[in-house]
């Protein structure tokens, strides 16, 4: 069977589609904070209030592993970028595992299997 006509692509196809539109408006929210913080933006304002609550709970798992850098007002939140990593990782993570899942032909897992061989004999 031919691996690009598989049962199995299209639904994995959409899987890892779904997972990167996840992480890219997880990011995007995340930067978003990030920059808030950082321009000291006031957190009385509306919008920075809906940033804030939105990504609360997405940054609270990581708040204790580093201190918070701030001058004059502005916050250098470390916690966002280690959490924008951390989901970043974990996006991949899964997307690789998926791909596992994906039908291959013998020729093409005896192709990658001689590859990886080539890269542990060197």
Known sequence: MDSYNSSTTKP?????QII??????IEAI????FFL??????????????IYAMTGFLVSPFL????????????????TL??????????YAIVKLLLIGKTVSTPEAAAK???EDEKINK
């Open 12 to 16: 994995i196809y959409r899987a890892t």
């Open 20 to 25: 990167w539109y996840v992480l890219y408006y």
């Open 30 to 33: 995340l930067v978003l904070r």
């Open 37 to 50: 913080k950082l321009l000291a933006s006031n957190p009385q304002s509306g919008f920075t209030a809906f």
């Open 64 to 79: 204790s592993a580093f201190g918070v850098t701030q001058v004059m007002g502005s916050i250098f939140e470390w916690t």
């Open 82 to 91: 280690l959490a924008m990593l951390v989901y970043w990782i974990l996006a």
């Open 113 to 115: 299997l001689n590859k």
